[in-house]
């Protein structure tokens, strides 16, 4: 039978009752660990932990919950039409316009994500994989891929279809926007 133990967070300074012989120290907070170590320490080692630390390890489950949730409610996804006039001389989408279809479901999604003001501040490869002909339908998806303090990172996919044979589907365009949230007083405010 193990024997009980009492011992000091070395990060928090709380004591804690410790019936695993092997653990010396509390697995606080502070210290850095991943969502899936957080899980299983804290089921696995909940009597080796100081109270404050099993509350703070649940706490932070329970928001990686819920930004998850946030992210996947954020995903956005509109259709489109590529009508001759979005063509160029190639009879293909323009670039312009397809990045147009781009930015507008990165602000969608970035804007349904935080349920703030946001403004496009960069974008970064965007990789142009295959044309897009006139009468082809497009799939515009945009999805929150890094969350920063005031800013949100949302990649940007095209997937086009032909309009009269759906087993012919491929990814077209990818790319990545950089969006900031603001306040009241266009200053760069929390996405959270």
């Not at 080692?45 to 998850?68: G, P, V, W």
């Not at 489109?80 to 397809?98: E, I, S």
Request: hydrophobic fraction near 35%; aromatic fraction near 10%.
């Amino acid at each position: 039978m193990a024997s009980h133990e009492t011992k000091y967070c070395t990060a928090c300074r709380n004591a804690f009752e410790c019936k695993a012989g092997s653990i010396t120290l509390c697995h606080c907070y502070a210290v850095p660990l991943d969502a899936a170590e957080r899980a299983y320490i804290s089921e696995r080692y909940a009597d080796c932990l100081c109270n404050a630390c099993l509350l703070e390890i649940k706490n932070q489950l329970i928001r990686m919950s819920e930004y998850e949730q946030r992210v996947k409610n954020a995903e956005t996804r509109i259709f489109k039409v590529v009508f001759p006039n979005t063509t160029n001389h190639y009879d293909t989408l323009f670039g312009g316009t397809a990045m147009q279809f781009m930015d507008e479901v990165a602000f969608i999604t970035a804007t349904r994500f935080s349920r703030k003001r946001m403004v496009t501040v960069s974008t970064s490869k965007i990789d142009f994989k295959k044309p897009i002909p006139a009468d082809t339908i497009v799939e515009v998806i945009g999805r929150v891929s890094k969350i920063g303090h005031t800013s949100l990172e949302i990649e940007v996919e095209i997937y086009k279809e032909e309009m009269y044979n759906t087993d012919n589907r491929e990814k077209a365009i990818q790319g990545l926007f950089t969006f900031v949230a603001l306040d009241e007083n266009k200053q760069p405010t929390s996405v959270l």
